[in-house]
């Protein structure tokens, strides 16, 4: 009964590859966030979508898109993947952030040898 | 924009007190969350403050001032399996996101 589901949960790939990572929730939240943690742990928004629309969409390069499907999907596609996107990525869901937070996934962790 | 500080780690004995501030200043505030997040997990949610002053949840406390932009957290009986790091991440109204502190590396020592 997972509310937020992210695949996969360990990704290791090589420099300049494409690679996509997916999100579900059963939450039936409007909204649905991506998250990027870096090494020193700060969480930083990325992208958010809210009933498929495209409502957040902060300084990332252009390597990294987003797709919601469906109000409850949200798949992160990155192309020509870089030693510097190693990270945990999170994906987030919510139906008021401002009352009620955020249900995070388990996270993706990302490393680019 | 917001600025969010919180103290970058901080050391407790076990069974020990220990408070972990947050100050912010943000427009539009409307409340206060706390995350916690172990190792190699997602941040999942502690608490949420709207009104000032403390709410108490077991052996967690939140506390909120609104008019100093100012919340801590409070662990009372510390245990091992409270270390943690602790996400503070005040809300905007009408905002569609949440922005949150650098977070406080709390470790446990017997």
């Known amino acids: 009964d997972t509310a937020v589901s992210q695949t996969p949960k360990y990704l290791v790939t090589q420099m300049g590859n494409d690679k996509s990572i997916k999100c579900e929730q059963n939450?039936?939240?409007?909204?649905m966030y991506w998250y990027k943690q870096d090494s020193k742990k700060f969480l930083k928004i990325m992208f958010s979508?809210?009933?498929?629309?495209?409502?957040i969409n902060e300084t990332v390069p252009n390597r990294f898109s987003p797709k919601s499907p469906d109000k409850a999907h949200l798949n992160l596609h990155i192309n020509s993947l870089e030693l510097g996107d190693s990270a945990v990525y999170f994906c987030?869901?919510?139906?008021?952030?401002?009352?009620?937070?955020?249900?995070f996934g388990s996270g993706t962790r990302l490393t680019v040898v | 924009g917001q600025n969010i500080d919180q103290p970058t780690e901080m050391t407790a004995t076990e069974g020990a007190i220990v408070q972990i501030n947050c100050t912010y200043q943000?427009?539009?505030?409307?409340?206060l969350f706390w995350y916690q997040q172990h190792a190699g997990e997602a941040p999942t949610f502690l608490s949420y403050?709207?009104?000032?002053g403390l709410e108490e949840k077991g052996r967690f406390s939140s506390f909120l001032s609104r008019s100093k932009g100012y919340s801590y957290l409070l662990l009372k009986e510390l245990q091992m399996k409270d270390s943690a790091s602790y996400l503070c991440?005040?809300?905007?109204?009408?905002?569609?996101?949440?922005?949150f502190g650098k977070g406080t590396k709390l470790s446990v020592i017997p």
């Open positions: 987030a869901s919510s139906q008021d952030p401002q009352y009620y937070g955020y249900t």
């Open positions: 939450l039936g939240h409007d909204t």
């Open positions: 979508y809210n009933n498929k629309e495209l409502i």
């Open positions: 943000t427009s539009g505030f409307n409340g």
């Open positions: 403050n709207v009104l000032d």
């Open positions: 991440a005040p809300s905007e109204a009408g905002s569609y996101q949440l922005t």
